[in-house]
């Protein structure tokens, strides 16, 4: 901010500079040095306002202007040229005027650079993306593939699995938490509910593991954005994406979803963990222990070692027991894995029946 307010007031002097030199050297008189001097100043108001109204400047955007304008000054001093040739061979009186160019000849070389020059800024600034096809190793799109930062949420900060894969090195992008995010994870911290307070304690913990890793580049963020006043931590996450081109990382399936309508890629960490899930398909042989029963009549719940829920077919009976299953579907959602099987050879493993059905059956 310094740098800038110290560019801000160069701009200043040296318009003043530029307007009294023009009073003093120049062919008006030393009597308008005022005026030049004010003016200066209410020029360099109005860049500096222009430069504030337009906070965001995208680099892409300029580039493509740039060399357009290049592109389109090339072009019209081409046809300049070709129109001073046919003017000069084939209608010289037209041409000179006492051995001056007519003053026709000079509008029309202005308006043709002009006109070639708007034409040339709108197409590369219409085709960006393809440019590099025509001229190689030359792009105003850019390339973000393995760049691009990864802003923490703070459940995912909570949750702690960020922190287990970034030290198999895995993630070599610049991580930011910004500072709204720390705020919400300091008010969970210092909650009043003990869980709440606990879950906030272990998010601290997991942030100071993160940056006390030397491989990886944690960026605390304390920028204000435009158009975050009054909005939730997730709305601001979602800004904060598409301000620096980023993703999110998080563990809140709402976010995911509200993150896909506005189009800002996600890095859920639940779907992370199920994709490096060993597979299961169908038919295959599962052993797992019955713990509790289900939700319908006669189903059992266990789960695998790596938190795989298992729902068993007639496994109610088996409670505290490890049975053989046969897996007969899987449901994979953002939220878990789920696998349903039913018990293999029945008739043959030890079965705990209750004393009213055996009652019943009598």
Do not use: W
């Not at 003017?87 to 070389?109: Q, R």
């Not at 878990?336 to 029946?353: D, L, N």
């Amino acid at each position: 901010m310094l740098l800038q307010y110290c560019l801000r007031a160069f701009l200043v002097v040296a318009l003043m500079a530029i307007g009294m030199s023009y009073a003093e050297k120049g062919e008006f008189l030393s009597e308008y040095r005022v005026v030049f001097i004010i003016g200066a100043v209410v020029l360099s108001a109005v860049v500096i306002a222009v430069d504030l109204i337009i906070p965001r400047k995208s680099l892409q955007a300029l580039s493509g202007v740039f060399f357009g304008l290049a592109v389109g000054l090339l072009i019209a001093y081409g046809v300049n040229l070709v129109i001073q040739l046919i003017f000069s061979s084939f209608a010289p009186n037209l041409y000179a005027i006492d051995g001056k160019e007519h003053p026709a000849i000079g509008i029309t070389k202005v308006l043709v650079g002009i006109i070639c020059c708007y034409f040339c800024v709108s197409f590369i600034l219409q085709t960006k993306d393809d440019i590099r096809f025509v001229i190689p190793y030359v792009e105003f799109a850019k390339q973000l593939r393995g760049q691009r930062p990864i802003i923490l949420d703070t459940s995912v900060i909570i949750d702690g699995r960020i922190a287990d894969i970034c030290e198999t090195g895995v993630i070599d992008q610049k991580l930011i938490v910004p500072k709204f995010v720390l705020l919400e994870l300091q008010a969970v911290a210092d909650s009043a509910d003990k869980l709440k307070r606990t879950r906030g304690r272990r998010g601290l913990d997991v942030l100071n593991r993160l940056q006390s890793n030397a491989n990886v580049d944690v960026q605390v963020l304390d920028e204000r954005l435009p158009g975050e006043q009054g909005e939730s931590v997730d709305l601001k996450l979602l800004l904060l994406a598409e301000r620096v081109h980023g993703r999110v990382a998080t563990t809140d399936y709402n976010l995911n979803k509200v993150a896909k309508v506005r189009g800002v890629q996600i890095i859920n960490i639940n779907d992370l963990a199920n994709a490096l899930k060993p597979v299961v398909l169908p038919g295959e042989a599962l052993q797992v222990k019955i713990i509790k029963p289900g939700e319908e009549a006669g189903q059992g719940v266990g789960y695998l070692d790596d938190g795989t829920m298992v729902v068993v077919d007639q496994g109610r009976g088996f409670i505290g027991d490890s049975v053989d299953i046969a897996v007969t579907s899987v449901l994979q959602t953002s939220a878990g894995r789920m696998i349903f099987g039913r018990v293999e050879g029945a008739g043959t493993q030890r079965r705990r029946t209750a004393a009213p059905a055996q009652s019943d059956r009598t």
